[in-house]
């Protein structure tokens, strides 16, 4: 049946079969579908999530017609859940669509077991307290959680789990694996097999940048006792001697090999990224540890041994001007080096595997050779627990963040949206909902505001007057183009939690629908 | 004041912005009922494309308090537009975009009223796009965007003193995605930067020399293009390749396989000659509901003033973590397109003809073919051929006739110009003036050629 993959074509072009295949596995659950809810399901039904729970206790008013699309007219008087529903069926019908008619608070507070079930929990809307209950529920049973919450021009997304590792993170942009600085054996030899002062011009401007650059390299580094280029006046000499090759002015490989010299002046190694992950107390094994940690393992001794410091080659190299045959040659080069340190590699992972008293084949070909390709980007991302970023977030974090212009109107937004919270729970309403009163709502808002502030240990600073009517004007209300901003956001996480590809964010982003300066708080 | 009393509202949610007065709003904010009614009544919106950003926005705005929408798209729904463009369903694979989207919004959102447009954007008369308070783009073209920048900064007077006259100003706010990418932004003709002011920001396409998919290729791309620009027309002389009938594309994709093979070069599929001969452009449904959302919310804060406005221009990033910023781009004073317009001066006994030759050789110009407009009326159409045949025993008056003698005025040409090496439509705004008539003998030259 070709009509599904037609039916993707699009995000297959992202996340591939694979990430798609994680998707169609997946099993997500929703806690309360107003717009910011189904605007967030709605993306990912169409996208093909494999099933859906929508839990809602409540029932359609006339109100919610305004700012939510997957209810209309005939829906009023009927269960939320239901209806919004029905409407998500209705966009994919390859996906599981069920609803239950339940507030999520109640489930939170009798039925903690319910949420074991999922693989991921979207909760919009929830306020403090049950966002704190929810987390540990979730933390304990180990679902990943995705918070979701639009209050009138600003709103909050924040993710919540123990640890999120990341092979395929896909970055925009990142330093090709070529080894000009540091070639293994046989790309020396062939470089070493090639005259870079052959005549013939049409050899001439068809040899590869990178033999241009190995050769001259190591030329260079003959004469400047082992170094390579560091200084500016260094770098800019290499590049001379670059343009200096040239026996016509239209060799665009020669201007390749320029462009690309920073690849000679990179340091050899690995990243300070990487280096803090095969650091990481999990990289310490047992028969516990995830296979993502046992292949770290398994990268970390081949740093230390056979790769002599180097992660296991990559093995692909980009378009660059060349005749075919060399170019052809060349990737076989490297994609046989890749394939060699991919074999080391998984000699590693077997022993770790035996050592740990687990089955030595448990952890497949295609998943060590993905993680070999993806070694040097590899991405671990943990979560504080919400609780604990309630009570005690990272003071010196927030004090900047409350000095800093370019932060000042989001982690204003941060803390009303907490205070908005606690007022509630004292006047049984969110500063602004209903009409009249106004100004004392503004005053009791700020003398919370205040209250919170100080609790969190930062005495003395304040929020602006400005932001403060404002929250209390948005009363609490759910516009559509904001939910759909934050619900765009979640399920954009959500997918990449699921496939595990890409980055998730990290912190709380909050939304400033003012001008649209929003910002990630990490604290 | 409104009661707790009053009767359950639709704008339940909305009224809370456009009733309250606020801190951080427009200069122009003034909340009340008024300001929601007239919202519904007389504001009236344009959505150009109804694709994956289109579909969106036309839900956004309907849901922020417009009644009054139109929407243009020339696209049929494919199969492929289903991931993401959820107001349309498999069975309506086949039908206009436009149509369907609107009918589908109608459906839901009670009170709200959208007319589809079914037709390329150009096939529009420029009036058409003067009757809407704002427009929103939601395009995947550079033509398209450039295209209708040009049309709306075509209805901008300025004054005698070159400041941009108030009931001029046609807003635009623009979106654009590209996997997780994007960016949203807000053109006010006059005061923020156009479409073209920064038209850098959207590099060339880089395209392969044909030197090297005919002689070294080396990777499945050039295997393909090979296929496709080359082979193809050996093969079938006389005819064009049609990227849409799936004979022609297995067939590209065969030939590829062969030369493929031939070279030593892996990784040719059919996914991937699709996606190069056909340009496309990875896109998801989550990327495109943050940008539309973006774009209509701006659209709701400049109609009302109800908040601060985006200034000016939104890059969004999902790829690695979050990163959103906001630009503040800057107006290029010269710009061809949103300034006080190219200033040309000519004697009054200028033709028509003479005037559409001068326009081809004019160094900042270089238009082709041009159509000339003057306050509405069609002083010389290209085309349609019925338009030409009316307007064709113009050419040979003089342009001050024409104009009526006015001493100078503003007109409006459409033509074709060069750019990046490819042809594109264009829309112009000239300020005419006509040497030795009174009045104009100390006219302000700022500006000017």
């Given at each position: 049946m070709a009509e599904p993959k037609t039916k993707y074509d699009r995000q297959l072009r992202i996340w591939g079969e694979q990430g798609q295949t994680a998707l169609e596995r997946a099993s997500v659950c929703l806690l309360n579908c107003g717009p910011t809810g189904s605007e967030t399901f709605k993306n990912l039904v169409l996208g093909g999530v494999g099933s859906i729970t929508v839990i809602d206790g409540s029932k359609v008013e006339v109100g919610d017609l305004g700012n939510n699309?997957?209810?209309?007219?005939?829906?009023?008087?009927?269960?939320k859940a239901k209806c919004v529903c029905a409407f998500l069926q209705e966009l994919n019908d390859a996906v599981k669509a069920k609803f239950i008619e339940e507030y999520p608070e109640a489930l939170i507070e009798?039925?903690?077991?319910?949420?074991?079930?999922?693989t991921l929990v979207v909760a919009t809307q929830l306020v403090e307290d049950a966002m704190i209950k929810l987390d540990r529920i979730c933390r304990e049973a180990n679902v990943m959680l995705v918070f979701a919450r639009s209050y009138g021009l600003t709103g909050l997304v924040r993710i919540s789990l123990k640890e999120h590792a990341v092979i395929?993170?896909?970055?925009?942009h990142f330093l090709d694996?070529?080894?000009?600085?540091n070639p293994w054996a046989e790309l020396k030899r062939f470089a070493e097999s090639?005259?870079?002062?052959?005549?013939?011009l049409v050899v001439h401007k068809h040899t590869p940048y990178i033999v241009i650059l190995v050769k001259m390299a190591e030329e260079w580094a003959k004469s400047h006792g082992g170094n390579f280029p560091s200084t500016r006046e260094e770098k800019k000499e290499f590049k001379g001697l670059l343009n200096a090759m040239?026996?016509?002015?239209?060799e665009d490989n020669y201007k390749e090999a320029i462009e690309a010299s920073f690849k000679v002046f990179a340091p050899r190694g690995i990243s300070s990224d990487l280096q803090q992950i095969i650091n990481?107390?999990?990289?310490?094994?047992?028969?516990?540890?995830?296979d993502f940690w046992v292949m770290v393992a398994a990268l970390k001794e081949f740093i230390a041994t056979e790769g002599c410091g180097e992660t296991?080659?990559?093995?692909s190299i980009p378009d660059m001007t060349s005749s075919t045959e060399l170019y052809v040659t060349l990737q076989k080069i490297y994609q046989a080096k890749a394939e060699a340190d991919f074999l080391v590699i998984a000699q590693h992972v077997r022993n770790i595997l035996k050592k740990v008293g687990?089955?030595?084949?448990?952890?497949?070909k295609t998943t060590i050779k993905s993680f070999c390709k993806n070694a040097r980007k590899l991405r671990v991302c943990r979560y504080r627990l919400i609780e604990d970023e309630f009570c005690n977030p990272a003071l010196t974090e927030m004090q900047k963040y409350l000095t800093d212009e370019d932060y000042s109107i989001a982690v204003g937004f941060y803390i009303l949206l907490r205070a908005v919270d606690r007022f509630a729970a004292n006047y049984?309403?969110?500063?602004?909902?209903?009409?009249?009163?106004m100004d004392e709502e503004i005053s009791r808002l700020k003398t919370t505001a205040v209250g919170l502030l100080s609790d969190l240990g930062c005495n003395g600073s304040t929020l602006t007057e400005d932001l403060i009517n404002e929250m209390c004007r948005f009363g609490a209300a759910e516009l559509h183009a904001v939910a759909a901003f934050i619900g765009g956001i979640a399920s954009q996480e959500v997918i990449k939690l699921i496939t595990k590809q890409f980055v998730p964010m990290s912190g709380t982003y909050i939304f400033n629908?003012?001008?649209?300066k929003s910002q990630l708080l990490t604290l | 004041m409104v009661d707790t009393a009053t009767p359950p509202s639709r704008s339940r949610d909305l009224d809370k912005l456009l009733l309250r007065p606020g801190n951080?709003?427009?200069?122009t904010f003034e909340p009340g009922t008024e300001l929601r009614e007239d919202l519904k009544e007389y504001v009236k919106v344009l959505v150009v494309g109804a694709g994956g950003l289109g579909c969106e926005l036309l839900k956004d705005l309907a849901l922020s308090g417009f009644r009054n929408l139109e929407v243009i798209d020339m696209d049929r729904i494919e199969v492929s537009n289903l991931n993401r463009q959820f107001?349309?369903?498999?069975?309506?694979?086949?039908?206009a975009k436009a149509e369907v989207a609107a009918k589908r919004v109608m459906e839901r959102v009670s009170g709200v009223n959208i007319v589809p447009h079914f037709c390329r954007?150009?096939?529009?008369?420029?009036n058409f796009y003067n009757d809407f308070s704002i427009i929103v783009l939601g395009l995947d073209s550079i033509e398209a965007r450039s295209y209708i920048n040009a049309v709306a900064c075509g209805f901008l007077e300025y004054d005698s003193d070159d400041s941009p006259r108030e009931e001029s100003i046609k807003p635009m706010v623009d979106g654009g995605t590209e996997g997780f990418k994007g960016h949203a932004r807000v053109i006010v003709p006059g005061f923020t930067p156009c479409f073209e002011c920064t038209i850098w920001l959207f590099p060339p396409q880089v395209k392969f020399p044909l030197c090297t998919l005919a002689e070294t290729p080396r990777t499945a791309a050039h295997c393909i293009e090979y296929a496709h620009l080359i082979k193809w027309d050996e093969v079938h002389s006389g005819k064009t390749f049609d990227p849409d009938d799936p004979e022609h594309m297995k067939w590209v994709y065969e030939e590829a396989v062969k030369r493929a093979e031939l070279f030593g070069i892996p990784g040719v599929t059919y996914s991937l000659t699709q996606g190069v001969v056909k340009n496309i452009i990875p896109a998801i449904a989550s990327t495109n509901a943050v940008i539309s959302a973006a774009c209509a919310l701006e659209t709701l804060k400049i109609v009302s003033g109800c908040s601060k406005t985006l200034s000016n221009y939104l890059t969004y990033n999902g790829v690695e973590g979050l990163h959103t910023k906001v630009t503040e781009f800057v107006k290029?004073?010269?710009?061809?397109?949103?300034?006080p317009g190219v200033l040309i001066e000519l004697d009054i006994s200028v033709t028509l003809r003479k005037f559409i030759d001068l326009l081809e050789e004019h160094p900042k110009l270089l238009l082709s073919k041009a159509s000339v407009r003057h306050r509405g009326k069609?002083?010389?159409?290209?085309?349609?051929p019925v338009l030409e045949e009316m307007t064709?025993?113009?050419?040979?008056?003089t342009l001050y006739e024409l104009m009526d003698k006015v001493p100078k005025d503003i007109i409006h040409v459409t033509g074709s110009t060069r750019r990046d090496d490819k042809k594109t439509s264009c829309l112009r705004k000239l300020r005419v003036v006509f040497k030795g008539v009174e009045g104009v003998t100390d006219m302000d030259m700022a500006g000017g050629a």
């Amino acid at each position: 049946m070709a009509e599904p993959k037609t039916k993707y074509d699009r995000q297959l072009r992202i996340w591939g079969e694979q990430g798609q295949t994680a998707l169609e596995r997946a099993s997500v659950c929703l806690l309360n579908c107003g717009p910011t809810g189904s605007e967030t399901f709605k993306n990912l039904v169409l996208g093909g999530v494999g099933s859906i729970t929508v839990i809602d206790g409540s029932k359609v008013e006339v109100g919610d017609l305004g700012n939510n699309f997957m209810l209309d007219e005939s829906s009023v008087g009927h269960s939320k859940a239901k209806c919004v529903c029905a409407f998500l069926q209705e966009l994919n019908d390859a996906v599981k669509a069920k609803f239950i008619e339940e507030y999520p608070e109640a489930l939170i507070e009798t039925k903690a077991s319910f949420f074991s079930q999922f693989t991921l929990v979207v909760a919009t809307q929830l306020v403090e307290d049950a966002m704190i209950k929810l987390d540990r529920i979730c933390r304990e049973a180990n679902v990943m959680l995705v918070f979701a919450r639009s209050y009138g021009l600003t709103g909050l997304v924040r993710i919540s789990l123990k640890e999120h590792a990341v092979i395929e993170s896909k970055p925009d942009h990142f330093l090709d694996d070529l080894r000009l600085n540091n070639p293994w054996a046989e790309l020396k030899r062939f470089a070493e097999s090639i005259d870079l002062n052959n005549p013939d011009l049409v050899v001439h401007k068809h040899t590869p940048y990178i033999v241009i650059l190995v050769k001259m390299a190591e030329e260079w580094a003959k004469s400047h006792g082992g170094n390579f280029p560091s200084t500016r006046e260094e770098k800019k000499e290499f590049k001379g001697l670059l343009n200096a090759m040239k026996i016509a002015l239209d060799e665009d490989n020669y201007k390749e090999a320029i462009e690309a010299s920073f690849k000679v002046f990179a340091p050899r190694g690995i990243s300070s990224d990487l280096q803090q992950i095969i650091n990481d107390s999990c990289a310490e094994v047992d028969s516990n540890s995830s296979d993502f940690w046992v292949m770290v393992a398994a990268l970390k001794e081949f740093i230390a041994t056979e790769g002599c410091g180097e992660t296991p080659l990559e093995g692909s190299i980009p378009d660059m001007t060349s005749s075919t045959e060399l170019y052809v040659t060349l990737q076989k080069i490297y994609q046989a080096k890749a394939e060699a340190d991919f074999l080391v590699i998984a000699q590693h992972v077997r022993n770790i595997l035996k050592k740990v008293g687990r089955d030595p084949e448990s952890i497949s070909k295609t998943t060590i050779k993905s993680f070999c390709k993806n070694a040097r980007k590899l991405r671990v991302c943990r979560y504080r627990l919400i609780e604990d970023e309630f009570c005690n977030p990272a003071l010196t974090e927030m004090q900047k963040y409350l000095t800093d212009e370019d932060y000042s109107i989001a982690v204003g937004f941060y803390i009303l949206l907490r205070a908005v919270d606690r007022f509630a729970a004292n006047y049984n309403s969110f500063p602004g909902q209903f009409d009249g009163a106004m100004d004392e709502e503004i005053s009791r808002l700020k003398t919370t505001a205040v209250g919170l502030l100080s609790d969190l240990g930062c005495n003395g600073s304040t929020l602006t007057e400005d932001l403060i009517n404002e929250m209390c004007r948005f009363g609490a209300a759910e516009l559509h183009a904001v939910a759909a901003f934050i619900g765009g956001i979640a399920s954009q996480e959500v997918i990449k939690l699921i496939t595990k590809q890409f980055v998730p964010m990290s912190g709380t982003y909050i939304f400033n629908g003012i001008d649209h300066k929003s910002q990630l708080l990490t604290l | 004041m409104v009661d707790t009393a009053t009767p359950p509202s639709r704008s339940r949610d909305l009224d809370k912005l456009l009733l309250r007065p606020g801190n951080l709003v427009g200069p122009t904010f003034e909340p009340g009922t008024e300001l929601r009614e007239d919202l519904k009544e007389y504001v009236k919106v344009l959505v150009v494309g109804a694709g994956g950003l289109g579909c969106e926005l036309l839900k956004d705005l309907a849901l922020s308090g417009f009644r009054n929408l139109e929407v243009i798209d020339m696209d049929r729904i494919e199969v492929s537009n289903l991931n993401r463009q959820f107001l349309f369903r498999l069975d309506d694979v086949g039908k206009a975009k436009a149509e369907v989207a609107a009918k589908r919004v109608m459906e839901r959102v009670s009170g709200v009223n959208i007319v589809p447009h079914f037709c390329r954007i150009e096939d529009k008369e420029i009036n058409f796009y003067n009757d809407f308070s704002i427009i929103v783009l939601g395009l995947d073209s550079i033509e398209a965007r450039s295209y209708i920048n040009a049309v709306a900064c075509g209805f901008l007077e300025y004054d005698s003193d070159d400041s941009p006259r108030e009931e001029s100003i046609k807003p635009m706010v623009d979106g654009g995605t590209e996997g997780f990418k994007g960016h949203a932004r807000v053109i006010v003709p006059g005061f923020t930067p156009c479409f073209e002011c920064t038209i850098w920001l959207f590099p060339p396409q880089v395209k392969f020399p044909l030197c090297t998919l005919a002689e070294t290729p080396r990777t499945a791309a050039h295997c393909i293009e090979y296929a496709h620009l080359i082979k193809w027309d050996e093969v079938h002389s006389g005819k064009t390749f049609d990227p849409d009938d799936p004979e022609h594309m297995k067939w590209v994709y065969e030939e590829a396989v062969k030369r493929a093979e031939l070279f030593g070069i892996p990784g040719v599929t059919y996914s991937l000659t699709q996606g190069v001969v056909k340009n496309i452009i990875p896109a998801i449904a989550s990327t495109n509901a943050v940008i539309s959302a973006a774009c209509a919310l701006e659209t709701l804060k400049i109609v009302s003033g109800c908040s601060k406005t985006l200034s000016n221009y939104l890059t969004y990033n999902g790829v690695e973590g979050l990163h959103t910023k906001v630009t503040e781009f800057v107006k290029d004073k010269d710009c061809l397109v949103c300034g006080p317009g190219v200033l040309i001066e000519l004697d009054i006994s200028v033709t028509l003809r003479k005037f559409i030759d001068l326009l081809e050789e004019h160094p900042k110009l270089l238009l082709s073919k041009a159509s000339v407009r003057h306050r509405g009326k069609n002083l010389y159409m290209q085309a349609p051929p019925v338009l030409e045949e009316m307007t064709r025993s113009n050419i040979s008056l003089t342009l001050y006739e024409l104009m009526d003698k006015v001493p100078k005025d503003i007109i409006h040409v459409t033509g074709s110009t060069r750019r990046d090496d490819k042809k594109t439509s264009c829309l112009r705004k000239l300020r005419v003036v006509f040497k030795g008539v009174e009045g104009v003998t100390d006219m302000d030259m700022a500006g000017g050629a």
